[in-house]
């Protein structure tokens, strides 16, 4: 099981799970409120949060657009 740090603009939350890295993004979207704002792309890397300053070659990136229209949300 992997244990992924995820963020995105004022999201960020560790899940720990077996699912794989989109779907674990689709998951994480639930967990926004109304306080939170998303960036353009959702980093997720088992070291830590990364952000669009701080990712590398390891981070894994993905679209926020993906992810919220994937969930309906677009």
Do not use: H
Request: glycine letters at 6%; proline letters at 1%; charged letters at 25%.
């Amino acid at each position: 099981m992997a244990k992924y740090y995820i963020q995105s603009g004022s999201l960020q939350l560790i899940y720990s799970t077996s699912q794989s890295v989109f779907d674990a993004c689709r998951t994480v979207l639930w967990e926004c409120n109304e306080n939170d704002t998303l960036d353009e792309y959702f980093y997720i890397d088992e070291r830590g949060f990364r952000g669009y300053v701080s990712a590398d070659g390891d981070t894994m990136v993905v679209p926020s657009i993906e992810v919220m229209e994937a969930e309906g949300w677009v």
